[in-house]
């Protein structure tokens, strides 16, 4: 840097402004992915444990036979 200007508030507050704009999208991105993904996930464990129940349920599947006098 050869300039000999000297350095402002004005450039460190603008120079802060972009910077935190630019971490702020990508923090707003990430965390609508970090959702879908965890949407996607629980859905997932949801359908398992469905299933999972289901099939256990017709393993044990009792019959009861009811017989009057």
């Given amino acids: 840097m050869s300039n000999d200007r ?3 508030p004005t450039d460190i507050k ?6 935190q704009g630019e971490a702020t999208t990508t923090v707003s991105g990430a965390k609508n992915q970090m959702l879908a ?3 996607g996930v629980s859905l997932l464990l949801v359908l398992l444990a469905f299933f999972l129940g289901r099939r256990g349920g017709m393993q044990k599947n009792t019959i009861i036979e ?3 006098a």
């Fill in 6 to 8: 000297k350095i402002t």
């Fill in 14 to 19: 603008s120079k802060l402004a972009d910077i």
């Fill in 66 to 68: 009811v017989k009057r």
């Fill in 37 to 39: 993904v965890g949407a």
